[in-house]
């Protein structure tokens, strides 16, 4: 897939200054957390499902996912379950079983500090709010500008120099 149309998995803060984590997802994990957070229901389980089951089979359950860091240009998580157990996965992964569980996700402070970047969406202001100073048009190029940066985004990007 060209890069210009890579899948990109954001996670936003939900309190705080509310920044967002870009992460470059693979086609088949887009459409895994696709149909992780719409909650579809596969005739058979696919992968995200069967662990799901499996850890269910063992009486585990998962409590949280933590996107714990960013090595390399190559982001780290974790699958944390009772007792604090901690299984390391991709991401999307972790991310697609997560939804699926309807656990928290974090990201570790570190992360968005090294990675994270701040925008503004359209339906983050209110229009019928005289302070808020930004318009439908600034939002609009802001997410264009956000989106041509992650056009412009490589893993190699995010190494420490």
Known sequence: MPPETAPVMLLRETTGDQRWLAIAIGAPEAEALLAAQQQVEHPRPGTVELIGRVLE?????????????????????????????????????????????????????????????????????????????TTTGDQERQIEDFRALLDQTDPEDFRDN
Do not use: C, K, Y
């Not at 998962?62 to 699958?79: A, I, K, P």
């Not at 983050?124 to 100073?133: E, F, T, W």
């Open 57 to 133: 089979a063992f009486g585990r359950q998962l409590v949280r996912v933590e996107v714990t860091d960013l090595r390399d240009g190559v982001f780290l998580s974790d699958l944390v379950l009772d007792g604090d157990l901690r299984i390391t996965a991709r991401p999307s992964d972790a991310v697609a079983i997560g939804l699926r569980a309807g656990v928290p996700v974090e990201v570790a402070e570190t992360v968005l500090d090294t990675a994270a970047v701040d925008i503004e969406l359209a339906d983050a202001v209110d229009p019928s709010d005289p302070a808020s100073s």
